[in-house]
């Protein structure tokens, strides 16, 4: 298979390692890379201009979090995506997010409003042309709410185990899907207004329940991205 060189700009003032894993991660996230890919150690530092350590470093991590395949002298291949991964990911995510969006509730003060529905108006003016900015404006309005919450920490044990899940969410981002997604949202934030952690507490279990109607769809569509294992 052809070697995919990656060429953008890394910030030397920065740690190098977490920029290319950052990097790559979006590529194979947005399937700019596909699976059955190989990507190079070697090429890719030397496109980047840095040192093979810090490549390792970040193919590592992309291994751990199940979105290549490091083998010993054949190079590093993109892996398909796991459905029993993204299954996790989903349960993870549910369990946390739940317990987040009811101790948002307790918190929820003028300002935690005002960000929130804030974050809803800007949603719906990328809904219908914009997909990549809902996608990052999604990723926002879920770390704003755990970080409303106190629980930074907690976001960063999700962005760990949900790799899998974003790829099956980038898919299924078309116009329909991401109104239903900011009205799922919106239902979210009506729970913390309101003071009514049950109602946003569901709404959260539900949004996020979402993916079990979007994956089968998604995997009929693009069976060549997918995988029956890990």
């Known amino acids: 298979m052809d070697t995919v060189v990656i060429a953008s700009a890394i910030n030397s003032s920065a740690a190098i390692a977490p920029q290319i894993y950052r990097l790559l991660r979006d590529r194979i996230v947005r399937t700019e890379l596909l699976p059955g890919e190989v990507i190079s150690e070697t090429e890719i530092a030397r496109s980047y201009d840095v040192s093979r350590q810090p490549v390792r470093e970040a193919f590592i991590k992309l291994a751990e979090a199940g979105l290549v395949q490091i083998r010993p002298q054949r190079g590093t291949m993109i892996t398909r995506i796991s459905t029993d991964a993204v299954m996790d990911a989903r349960f993870v995510r549910e369990a946390i997010e739940a317990d987040v969006v009811k101790l948002v509730v307790e918190r929820c003060d003028t300002t935690i409003r005002t960000e929130l529905l804030g974050q809803i108006d800007r949603q719906k003016r990328v809904a219908d042309d914009d997909s990549d900015g809902f996608v990052k404006l999604d990723e926002l309005f879920h770390r704003t709410l755990a970080e409303m919450a106190g629980k930074s920490y907690a976001w960063r044990v999700i962005e760990e185990v949900k790799a899998q899940m974003d790829r099956v969410r980038y898919l299924s981002v078309e116009k329909l899907h991401v109104r239903l997604l900011i009205s799922q949202h919106e239902e979210i934030v009506a729970g913390i207004v ?31 991205l997918f995988g029956a294992a890990r």
């Open 194 to 224: 309101e003071n009514d952690a049950p109602r946003a507490e569901a709404a959260m279990r539900a949004h996020l329940r979402e993916i079990l109607k979007s994956l089968p769809e998604v995997a009929k569509a693009r069976p060549d």
